[in-house]
Nanobody, 128 residues
């Protein structure tokens, strides 16, 4: 089992930045591919960004490319997403997720079915 706890959310103005953190309690953090998803009220959960086990490969949804950067520090059991140039459309609850299954194809990381563990979610609100 692994417990994921997100932090760093809050309220920012459009154009501002936030850095979300996800701390994992499991001893095998480095064995997991990690992802960030978000869900706005009344909408389905959507993929945001993901990172491979060793941090060597990343993938982003189109709307996040050039604005968001995902990273991880396996020594600290933590994954991050730096979010710059935030837009009101980025407003959502953001979820951290961990997947146990190995995949050489990062496309798999974009599917919710890939993930075995989920954080509780953290609110990000971007005002106009």
């Amino acid at each position: 089992q692994v417990q994921l706890v997100e932090s760093g959310g809050g309220l920012v103005q459009a154009g501002g930045s936030l850095r979300l953190s996800c701390a994992a309690s499991g001893r095998t953090f480095s064995s997991y591919g990690m992802g960030w998803f978000r869900q706005a009220p009344g909408k389905e959960r959507e993929f945001v960004a993901a990172i491979s086990r060793n941090g060597g490969r990343t993938v982003y949804t189109d709307s996040a490319k050039g604005r968001f950067t995902i990273s991880r520090d396996n020594a600290k059991n933590t994954v991050y997403v730096q979010m710059n140039s935030l837009l009101p459309e980025d407003t959502a609850v953001y979820y951290c997720a961990a997947g146990r299954t190995y995949s050489s194809d990062l496309d798999a990381y974009q599917r919710t079915e890939f993930y075995d563990y989920w954080g509780q979610g953290i609110q990000v609100t971007v005002s106009s």
